[in-house]
DNA sequence: TTGAATTTATGCAAATTCTCGTAGTAGAAG
DNA sequence: CTTCTACTACGAGAATTTGCATAAATTCAA
């Protein structure tokens, strides 16, 4: 596993080098956010730990710029501030989870497993990166969806919605499922975006003939073959 | 397994729930510790999610309560509050675990299972998602029933049922055992839904020479094979 | 600002759940 | 065998929930 650090305290990047190499993971470290931007497209990481106070670009500001690069590595935000607000801010701007200093190693590890683990998961599950049914193709490496051989264009969460489904096909999904994997954390399930999101799907990728996505009163959804 | 939580926001308890319910986990809630104290001899919990701030008694205090009263079960404390003096707090009055809000639910369920590893917890992916007898196919995984080949619709009460009645083939079940799996009703005996929905069932999966589900007067029903 | 993406709100039709009431049944007691 | 009683079956319909389309509101990047 490898991991980067992007932290400009020394003693913190110390204490996490130390701690993250003796639990067997390699660990690049950057000071700064530019330093990451520059070298981003080299290395392959498993996961980025970035604190939110950085010298010049922000934590913040880095992570919106990754994901807007395409990056979609698991990122881990580090902060000394505990307002709920800058958790917020940092998980809607692309960030995966968030912890405050000062932690117990233990807790940074077991996060850093949860988030590690759907990746690796999905990196057993997927080992293609085209599927193909039907009229339909997705390929989720260039983020591409074929309908009849028709390229057609899918929003993001569309496109995250349908790689969900395509990745549990001919099982059945519930919406708090979706939920958790599609739109991450949240506590609200009076919500009716799934619905709205899988009618947006229907509506892009499925004809009379050509059906993908069944409902299943009272359950969920299925993407059937 | 079966978990206690204790939480008064209704939007938190109601995620929870579900998400738990998904994975095949019983819910028990509690929306204050002066309940909890009430009934917590009465029911043997694998484990207790606990929010600190409660109405009343708060969680910390309730922990502590516990633990003097000799209850050992493991015990997650929830809160919004990510500071670390908390934190400490909690596990020194004798929570086992910490998890602040908003979190990803699969880390809530991999500290769950963290927490309960002694018990047996299985949820791994259900090896046998289809059950076969005589003219009965029923497939877990993707929600359909078949009859002699035919597929038929179950509602999802009527599935969850004959899941139910499955998962206890050539058992007897009683009605109040039924209304604990399926409805998850503890006291309420005033009330025929059961003997209604068995009815629903025969209805759909039975014929005069495919019979399943038999009566036991006085005692329950069986799934015979 | 605009326009696209996303989220929330709302209304309706259809399905589901559940209560009630009545009819029926099995088995014990006479 | 008949009667009685506790138990069971199930139709009818009310109440609730669900799925989904539509539209409005909000967010966000350019």
Redesign the pocket.
């Known amino acids: 596993m490898q991991i980067l650090v992007v932290e400009d305290d020394k003693r913190i990047s110390d204490f996490l080098i130390k701690g993250l190499e003796e639990n067997g993971i390699l660990v690049t470290l950057c000071k700064n956010a530019e330093d990451v931007l520059a070298c981003y497209s080299t290395i392959q990481w498993d996961l980025i730990i970035c604190d939110i106070m950085l010298p010049g670009m922000d934590g913040i500001q880095l992570v ?1 710029t990754l994901r ?1 690069k395409k990056v979609f590595v698991p990122i881990l935000m580090l902060s000394a501030l505990g307002s709920v607000q800058d958790k917020v801010t940092a998980l ?2 692309g960030a995966d989870d968030y912890i405050t200093k000062p932690f117990h190693f233990d807790e940074l590890l077991s996060r850093i497993k949860a988030l590690t683990r759907r990746q690796q998961y999905q990196q057993e599950e997927a080992p293609t990166s085209i599927f193909s049914y039907g009229e339909l193709t997705v390929d989720l490496n260039q983020y591409r969806v074929l309908v009849a051989g028709q390229e057609i ?6 496109f ?1 919605l349908l790689v969900y489904l395509i990745e549990n096909v001919d099982k059945t999904v519930t ?1 708090t499922q979706i939920l958790n994997a599609v ?1 991450g954390i949240t506590f ?1 399930n ?4 799934v ?6 799907l ?2 892009k990728i499925e004809n009379p003939n050509n059906k993908y996505i069944y ?7 299925i993407f059937k073959t």
Not at 195 to 200: E, F, L, P
């Open positions: 919106q807007y809607d701007y264009d899918l929003s993001p969460k569309e995250k919406r739109w609200d009076h919500t009716n975006v619905d709205v999101y899988i009618s947006y229907r509506n409902t299943l009163k009272g359950v969920g959804y």
